[in-house]
């Protein structure tokens, strides 16, 4: 008869918990796909190439990922529990912290301004932007890609979002304390063509070697 510790050695796996070490995090307009898979003849696809452009450098709270379900439930006379419970909308949503201030899409992203026009003064180095009173905000795409573990034993994990949107920006200080900064929290929908909202990519070393505990369907 198999105890609570036989089945917990046959149930349980080490080898799937995931602390992302790295990652990187890249926008790009609408007119960028997100990439069907991440790998190109076994090696990382070349994000940039592809047109997507750097968040750059983060804060260490990292990348977070909100997901509510939102549900409406169905009350019977007779019963102290709902008979029945319907999902009725997911909000998803992603929030970070840039620590890099400078980059031209990342002050057209947070201004909801146009900046094509903008130069850059050869001799000062003086950039003067003039912030919009009702910024225009744009959709994007957005790709976050995490690695963990050695390479005989390489975790790749990534999210996609086929469309995004900056929906608040969070108080910037200058002070003698952390780096010039403001959390950024993204707004993610549906996009009209693909019909998800997101794409989640599990690749690497790792997965090959532990295929068998992940469980998927071998593809030829």
């Known amino acids: 008869m198999p105890t ?6 046959g149930a349980d796996s080490r080898a799937l918990i995931r602390k992302i070490q790295r990652a990187i995090a890249m926008l790009a307009p609408m007119s960028v796909d997100l990439p069907e898979t991440l790998y190109s003849a076994g090696s990382l696809v070349d994000l940039k190439a592809a047109g997507f452009l750097p968040i750059g450098i983060v804060s260490p709270d990292g990348y977070s990922f909100s997901r509510e379900v939102e ?3 169905v009350d019977a006379f007779g019963y102290a529990s709902p008979v029945r419970s ?5 909000p998803r949503s992603v929030s970070f912290t840039p620590l890099e201030k400078g980059r031209k899409h990342m002050y057209e992203l947070t201004l909801g301004a146009d900046l094509t026009g903008v130069t850059q ?13 009702l910024p225009i905000n744009a959709d994007y795409r957005l790709i976050i890609v995490g690695e963990d573990g050695p390479a005989t ?10 469309r995004v949107s900056l929906a608040t920006t969070a108080e910037e200080v200058w002070g003698t304390s952390g780096a010039v900064s403001s959390q950024l929290t ?11 909202p997101v794409r989640h ?5 790792g997965a090959v070697k532990h295929k068998d505990v992940l469980g998927f369907t071998q593809g030829v």
């Open 121 to 133: 003064d050869p001799t000062t180095g003086e950039i003067v932007i003039d912030e919009p009173d």
């Open 186 to 196: 993204f707004d993610v929908f549906t996009d009209d063509e693909v019909g998800t």
């Open 71 to 73: 549900k409406e439930a």
């Open 4 to 9: 609570l510790q036989t089945q917990m050695t």
């Open 201 to 205: 990519y599990i690749g690497g070393t």
């Open 86 to 90: 319907d999902v009725t909308t997911v």
């Open 153 to 162: 034993d390489n975790w790749i994990l990534g999210k996609g979002y086929h």
